[in-house]
């Protein structure tokens, strides 16, 4: 079984420049999650996909956006870019939480995203 | 909202010996507890995971973990260490209620010397 897959692997772009980062989830899995992970800072919760309907977010400004689409993939869009925005974005994906528990997160191997 | 602490940032261990890493947890109601791995450059791999149950969780890798509800605490053990366990570990506690978020802790670097 395929796992989760992110493209591109690396993205370098300058400050003021758009990013768009790909996520596509296990087979099965309806919901998709979005992280950022930037040196010394951990694991910041970004953005939460389930039926093509956001979620949550976590507090990051209104410039990280974000979309599912009908086959449950994902797109992270990151708008006017900072230097700070420079991390490693992890997706995750889970099965719906039907029972009301907390689903199993499989993650991605993470886009390297640069801004020069 | 719920929290976790990972108090080592970094544990340098030899090859063989046995490992604790410490996580503890900040949560009002039964936590959903996950010990994820990443190694240099790479994704979260699940180690194991606590739902409900048996309070010693067995994972991959020869790794296990015991949910303490009195201490608040999710620690992972492996009794015999290989160069290869050498990562960046991550607790995390889930909320539940059909309420995805899980907040992770900031990790601990895990060294492993001849």
């Known amino acids: 079984e395929a796992g989760v897959t992110q493209s591109p692997t690396h993205l370098i772009k300058t400050r003021g420049q758009q990013a768009t980062l790909r996520c596509s989830p296990i087979?099965?899995?309806?919901?998709v999650y979005w992280y950022q992970q930037a040196l010394g800072l951990g694991l910041q919760f970004l953005l939460w996909?389930?039926?093509?309907?956001?979620?949550n977010r976590g507090n990051f400004p209104p410039r990280f956006s974000g979309r599912q689409f009908p086959n449950y993939s994902s797109e992270l869009n990151v708008n006017a870019l900072e230097l700070e925005d420079s991390a490693l974005y992890l997706c995750?994906?889970?099965?719906?939480?039907?029972?009301?528990?907390?689903?199993?997160?499989?993650f991605g191997p993470g886009t390297r995203l640069t801004v020069l | 909202a719920q929290s976790v602490t990972q108090p080592d940032i970094h544990i340098t261990v030899s090859e063989g010996a046995s490992l604790e890493l410490r996580c503890n947890y900040s949560?009002?109601?039964?936590?959903?507890l996950f010990w994820y791995v990443q190694s240099p450059g790479q994704g979260l791999q699940l180690l194991l995971k606590?739902?409900?149950?048996?309070?010693l969780v067995q994972g991959i890798k020869g790794f296990e973990a015991e949910f303490k509800r009195s201490q608040s605490s999710f620690n992972l053990r492996k009794p015999s260490v290989h160069w290869s366990d050498a990562a960046e570990y991550f607790c995390?506690?889930?909320?539940?209620?059909?309420?995805?978020?899980?907040?992770f802790g900031t990790g601990t670097k895990l060294q492993v010397i001849p």
């Open positions: 995390a506690v889930g909320a539940g209620g059909g309420y995805q978020k899980v907040t």
């Open positions: 949560y009002g109601a039964t936590p959903y």
């Open positions: 995750a994906s889970s099965l719906a939480s039907s029972s009301g528990g907390t689903d199993t997160q499989y």
């Open positions: 606590y739902f409900s149950g048996d309070t």
């Open positions: 996909y389930d039926e093509g309907e956001e979620r």
């Open positions: 087979s099965g899995h309806t919901s």
